[in-house]
């Protein structure tokens, strides 16, 4: 992917860029320690919708 469509997708993001793996990884390491004990049944997105929806945007030539 052009770095110019990461920079575009990034943009619509709240933090302002993709995620790492080191962050899902975090977010996996909490939910799985005694912090995250009360957490149930829960969904967590991570963007991925977000992202699809914006990159099928960019692709098909509106940002």
């Known amino acids: 992917m052009p770095p110019e469509q990461i920079v575009a997708i990034a943009a619509g993001i709240p933090l302002g ?4 793996p ?7 390491a909490f939910l799985a320690s005694d912090a995250g004990r009360w ?14 929806n ?7 030539g509106g940002v």
């Open 54 to 60: 914006r990159l099928r945007r960019i692709l098909i």
């Open 22 to 28: 080191s962050d899902i990884a975090d977010v996996v």
């Open 39 to 52: 957490i149930t049944g829960q969904a967590l997105n991570a963007w991925r919708r977000h992202f699809l």
């Open 17 to 20: 860029r993709l995620a790492e």
